[in-house]
């Protein structure tokens, strides 16, 4: 997206950027200009996230870190207090229509359990087959590309992705 006033407000949603990006840092200012509500980054990208954690706060905007698959999330949880939203890839950064990778879902868990009311979004083959995985892991947040947009029909796919997600945040709200 190309640095442009104004579009806070003319979004018909929050306007949320994943930065798949080296030096992260560069495109804090542009992002906010632009109107973004939400600056997630790769702990990969950076040699200082608590700097770029500031910079994008005082940019006015919320926080989200992501971890590539490779990852572990020991790296990210020294974070987890700082930030929004935690961002566990389930392929490998680049393109659509990628296998979800089953073996991220113990960082979804872990972080679920040590940081009940932090945002945790999952990204990369979701979709109504991997779904329960996900939530039940406990993401409440979830990117999907392929499994809506090859659907004939997507409304029913993001009813469901929805449903999922909200039923599996309400069984925890009443276990706790
Ligand atoms: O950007 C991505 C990977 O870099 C995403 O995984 C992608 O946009 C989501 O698509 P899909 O649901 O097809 O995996």
Not at 54 to 66: F, P, Q, S, T, Y
Not at 124 to 135: M, N, R, S, Y
Request: aromatic share 6%; with cysteine.
């Amino acid at each position: 997206m190309p640095p442009d006033a104004g579009l806070r407000g003319r979004l018909s949603a929050p306007g949320y950027m994943h930065m798949m990006v080296s030096r992260p840092e560069q495109w804090v200012k542009p992002m906010a200009v632009a109107g973004a509500n939400q600056y997630t980054f790769h702990l990969e990208a950076t040699e200082n996230p608590g700097a770029l954690i500031k910079d994008i706060r005082e940019n006015g905007m919320k926080v989200g870190l992501a971890i590539k698959p490779g990852t572990t999330v020991e790296y990210l949880a020294p974070w987890a207090n700082q930030i929004d939203m935690a961002l566990v890839m389930t392929v490998e950064p680049g393109f659509g229509g990628q296998k979800f990778m089953d073996d991220m879902m113990p960082k979804v868990h872990w972080l679920r359990t040590q940081f009940p009311s932090l945002d945790i979004e999952v990204d990369g083959g979701v979709g109504p087959d991997t779904i329960h995985k996900c939530a039940e892991a406990g993401a409440n947040m979830i990117v999907s590309g392929s499994a809506i947009m090859r659907s004939e029909d997507p409304r029913s796919v993001i009813n469901l992705l929805r449903n999922v997600c909200s039923e599996a945040a309400q069984k925890r709200s009443l276990d706790r």
